[in-house]
């Protein structure tokens, strides 16, 4: 029987999911971007739904099972029956689908995954403002934050996904519905058992015959559910969903970092997080009299009016945060005393520091510290500010409230004492001579009127540099760091340990931290559930750590500690303010652990977990031949991340907290980098095509044993937009045999108004669902052409009705493209030669740019700046598109196109140039009657910033003095296409506002003038 397609190959609420992962970003508490950092996680709504919609078929195939309908028409309510909560929308434009939405059962299906409410109904229509961000979707939308403990809404999709699923035998959905009730009711009832059982901890023969029990109930049930695989798992975004979704969820990392950040997000709350009931004695011998004293009147178990044990909702997360206070504890004991403030009562929540460097005028010499600007915090209510007593060559500060403007160090350092330059060359020299100290400038306090800044005393200094030789180097990461442009090892300031990312002091805490660490694992007896605890507690040290770096930045606005990796790199740092790991600021140790603790909570009602590996993908005996049901990834986006190097950051800290219960993950002096699937040429001893090569070679190998595992969908994730990044990975998608068969553009960092301004990066991920090839035959070159710009002039106009701008719409466009291609085995041109992946996506980029240019009329150098805003805005792009975009459709070459200054070239990259630029580049910009009328509106838009309107006036009689003329259609157009706050916007609304005013007094400007004395006769 020929299979049905998958709902993801068909239709997807793509608006809809876009919203709720924008919403997505800005969740903290729980979500699984809080308990450890990992790089370019995907939102989570974005995985829910690819997860869901991958296993599901379009009920709308001909092919798509009986039972599978009623299974909707049962759990999602039936055709025409308005009010209930999955119609389809009455009357909505810009939504998945066209308007009004049919109802049927594949929009029900699309308003299960995501509906908008009325009031964003009612927004989309113009009829009313947004609403909040958690009011968008329904709260009966499976992607939605708040659903994903919401049993009833998940359940919904757990049975669908059963009735797909296990349509093979002849049943009806009420008979597969009751199967699905009666395999989750015996993982329920086991829970219950297991969890009611008192003192379960201990290894008795009914404690493991009840563990026993649920584990045969969760696999009775994931026999029946699909195998979900992720080989590039990273975060565990989609194995978590998949999981969620009750699939029998594998993940796959190489990076031991993200292994075990998988553990602790993907296994462990699931498995662990559960209620436990002590005998009080029980209790007593593990947390101690003190801690049984605490324990919450709700949580005493009662008998007899006496207090006969404890019932602890959730098991891990207690004892993490027990065990982690105690950590804390036990350190502060020891090393407590080296935060004190001398000065006053309050708690020092922050030091902040400079790094010193010397000038290098001879006759000066003085030590400055190498700050940027004065400031401690600015904001409207609050201004504190260093300010500079210099003294000869002496260098001191008071705290003042006054604004004081700059700093020292700009590009150069500016001597405050003789006011001579030591440049950065100068400063790296001193920085690889060790002469580059660090210097204790103001303590920040916390108080009960906000923070206070105040100077260190001599004795809070003398605490703050610890003596080297109470250091145990067993502890200090003295591993090296590659000295590579995203570390700031690179940067040339002699940081190449990674030890020197971190001051004495912070290197002594860590140190004493870890110290005690030890001596609770040490305490612990060795079991699966301890391995768990423990790795939190190495997961909540790394969270210090990444506080407790010299490389954090002090937020003047928040006054607040920005941990690093804000970006994904490790900058240079001039100043930093070090936490107290003591205090209760955000920074501060405690703090770190309620994310964590909150993160388990959030995740533990969830009982299915992940199967995890840490290996590189690409073992074909990982899996037997397609015994996975589904596989769905985001690899890496080609160069944009260095995962390992930057990861070994927290590597070399876990090499040395849980290197002893992970010692194969761990055997590496650091992160593995030979296998890692990306492009990063200091890889490739700089070699940039070996770098593609193997990024190439090592995509194919993996979707290779994909396409030997997977039996239906491979959904793929990708969110880099430079077409070299999209040719290697449709090469690899083609050169496993499987071909595209959907694309999606799923908006994640989602404006709804337009492009935006200087960024190059996707922000959408695009989507692509794969199937095994049928190509078959040969294809001709003409013919594919065809069909592609056919398909992809369609998919321009869909994607730009929904709002898609920019490489964002393009790169959507390449999917389709592929499709076309990938029907065939090999596409010849009329030479015989074979047309490669690279020709075929420049193909797509002029079709798409074809069809958006479709219907303007205009010389080619305005026809070329319309498309390349639509397409790139002013973002900055790669040097070749210039000449890609040139040949398409245009007689036009790069040449002129930067001679016409439309293009500024920077290096091997280019912007769109504005009108301001163009203006200032050629001072008669427009000047000509014939000029281009990209060059007229420009002229235009400078006179009319201009205080000379009749010099605009006379411009516009000379070229626009009728409403239809060309120059006016161009500037409708620029007016829809620019970014909405940028100046040329600003001129563009300005003359279009004014046209008519414009038109009409120019015309009374040209009228003859009678001078006075003289007589008009004849
Ligand atoms: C784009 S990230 C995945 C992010 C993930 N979807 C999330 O939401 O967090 C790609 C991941 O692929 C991993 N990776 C790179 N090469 C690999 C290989 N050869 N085998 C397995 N994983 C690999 C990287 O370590 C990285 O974590």
């Not at 009455?90 to 049927?104: L, V």
């Not at 939605?144 to 002849?170: F, G, P, Q, Y």
Request: hydrophobic content about 35%; some cysteine.
């Amino acid at each position: 029987m020929t299979k049905p397609k998958k709902l993801i190959e068909v239709a997807m609420p793509i608006k809809e999911i876009s919203a709720e992962s924008v919403r997505d970003k800005s969740i903290r508490h729980g979500h699984i971007s809080t308990l450890h950092l990992w790089w370019a996680r995907r939102p989570l709504p974005v995985c829910r739904a690819v997860v869901f919609a991958s296993l599901v078929p379009d009920p709308e195939d001909t092919n798509c099972p009986k039972a599978f309908k009623e299974a909707i028409e049962l759990l999602l309510g039936k055709k025409n029956n308005p009010g209930d909560p999955y119609a389809p929308y009455a009357d909505i434009p810009w939504t998945s689908i066209y308007d009004p939405m049919q109802d049927n059962l594949r929009n029900r299906l699309q308003m299960f995954i995501g509906k908008f409410t009325q009031p964003m109904q009612d927004h989309l229509l113009g009829k009313a403002t947004k609403p909040q961000a958690g009011k968008m979707l329904t709260d009966e939308s499976l992607i939605k934050w708040d659903s994903k403990n919401n049993e009833k809404i998940i359940n919904k999709a757990r049975k669908l996904i059963w009735v797909a699923h296990n349509n093979d035998s002849n049943n009806t959905a009420t008979e597969l519905l009751a199967d699905f009730d009666k395999h989750y009711k015996a993982i329920k009832d086991a829970e219950n058992e297991l969890y009611s059982l008192t003192d379960r901890h201990l290894e008795t023969d009914k404690s493991k015959q009840l563990t026993e029990n649920l584990h045969n109930a969760i696999e009775a049930f994931l026999d029946k559910m699909p195998k979900v695989f992720d080989p590039f798992a990273g975060g565990g975004a989609i194995p978590l969903e998949a999981a969620r979704l009750g699939c029998r969820s594998y993940g796959n990392d190489i990076n031991p970092v993200a292994h075990i950040i998988q553990k602790g997000s993907l296994e462990f709350p699931q498995k662990y997080g559960k209620p436990i009931n002590y005998t009080k004695e029980e209790f007593v011998k593990l947390y101690g009299e003190d801690e049984f004293k605490i324990i919450n009147n709700e949580h005493k178990i009662i008998n007899n009016g006496n207090v006969v044990g404890v019932n602890i909702p959730n098991r891990l997360s207690f004892d993490v945060e027990f065990y982690a206070k105690k950590l804390l504890a036990e350190t502060e004991k020891e090393i407590g005393h080296l935060y004190k403030s001398e000065k006053t009562d309050n708690i020092p929540i922050a030091f902040f520091w400079a790094r010193v460097g010397i000038c290098s005028n001879p006759t000066c010499k003085a030590e400055v510290p190498l700050l940027k600007r004065f400031a401690l915090c600015d904001t409207p209510n609050k201004k504190v500010y260093l300010k500079p007593i210099i003294k000869d060559t002496d260098i001191d500060f008071e705290i003042s409230s006054r604004k004081i403007d700059g700093g020292w160090l700009n590009k150069s350092l500016t001597c405050p004492c003789c006011s001579s330059t030591t440049t950065t060359k100068d400063l790296k020299e001193q920085a690889s001579n060790n002469l580059i100290n660090e210097r204790l400038l103001v303590i920040i306090e916390d108080s009960p009127n906000g923070k206070i800044y105040r100077l260190p005393t001599q004795k809070e200094i003398k605490l703050a540099n610890i003596d080297k030789s109470l250091f145990d180097d067993s502890f200090i990461p003295s591993e090296s760091m590659k000295e590579i442009p995203d570390l700031v090892s690179g940067r040339g300031w002699n940081i190449n340990k990674w030890s020197q990312m971190f001051s004495s002091r912070q290197l002594y805490a860590l140190q004493t931290l870890i110290q005690n660490f030890y001596i609770i694992k040490e305490s612990q007896i060795k079991s699966n559930y301890s391995d768990a605890l423990i790795t939190y507690l190495g997961i909540f040290l790394d969270r210090i750590i990444q506080r407790q770096t010299s490389f954090g930045i002090w937020d003047i606005t928040r006054e607040n500690l920005q941990a690093i990796f804000a970006r994904q790199s490790i900058a240079m740092m001039f100043d930093y303010p070090e936490s107290n790991p003591f205090s209760n600021f955000g920074g501060g140790a405690l703090n770190q652990l309620d994310w964590i603790t909150r993160y388990i909570e959030s995740e533990c009602k969830n009982t299915f977990s992940t199967v995890l590996q840490n290996a590189s993908s690409g073992e074909k005996e990982q899996f037997k031949e397609k015994y996975l049901t589904s596989v769905i990834t985001d690899p890496p986006y080609y160069d944009a991340i260095a995962y390992a190097d930057l990861s070994d950051f927290f590597y070399v800290w876990l090499k040395r907290t849980l290197g002893d219960i992970y010692p194969l993950n761990f055997l590496t002096p650091q992160t593995p980098k030979t296998e890692e699937c990306t492009a990063l040429k200091h890889h490739h001893d700089n070699d940039k095509q070996n770098a593609k090569l193997h990024f190439e070679n090592k995509l194919l190998e993996i979707f290779d044993a994909i396409e030997h595992q997977t039996s239906d969908i491979v959904s793929i994730m990708f969110a880099h937009q430079s077409t070299e990044a999209w040719t290697t990975l449709c090469n690899s998608i083609l050169g496993a045999k499987m071909n595209i068969t959907g694309s999606w553009a799923l908006d994640t960092e989602y404006s709804f108004t337009g492009l935006k301004q200087n960024k190059a990066f996707l922000s959408s991920s695009v989507t692509v669902s794969c199937v095994p090839t049928q190509s078959e035959g040969y294809g001709d070159y003409k013919e594919v052409k065809k069909a592609i710009e056919a398909t992809v002039a369609r998919e321009v106009e869909e994607l730009y009705r929904l709002g898609f701008r920019g490489a964002d719409l393009l790169t959507a466009c390449f999917g389709q493209a592929v499709s076309e291609f990938g029907k065939y085995k090999k596409v010849e041109k009329a030479d015989g030669s074979e047309v490669t992946v690279a020709e075929l996506l420049a193909m797509a980029r002029e079709s798409a740019f074809n069809a958006l240019l479709k219907g303007f009329e205009g010389d080619e150098f305005t026809k070329f700046y319309i498309g390349w805003l639509q397409l790139n805005g002013f973002a900055e792009t790669d040097f070749d598109d210039a000449a890609t975009f040139a040949k398409a459709g245009l007689t036009i070459n790069v040449a002129e196109l930067f001679r016409e200054n439309i293009l500024i070239q920077n290096k091997n990259k280019q912007t769109l140039a504005t009108f301001a630029e163009r203006n200032k580049l050629k001072t008669n910009l427009g000047a000509k009657s014939d000029s281009y009328l990209i060059d007229q509106v420009h002229k235009a838009m400078q006179l009319f910033k201009g205080t000379n309107r009749n010099a605009l006036l006379d411009f516009i009689n000379d070229r626009a003095s009728t409403p239809d003329a060309n120059f006016w259609r161009v500037l409708t157009s620029l007016d829809e296409l620019l970014p909405k706050d940028c100046e040329d916007h600003k001129m563009t609304r300005g003359l279009l506002s004014n046209k008519e005013s414009l038109i009409r007094e120019s015309k009374e400007t040209q009228k003859p003038i009678v001078q006075q004395g003289t007589l008009e006769l004849e």
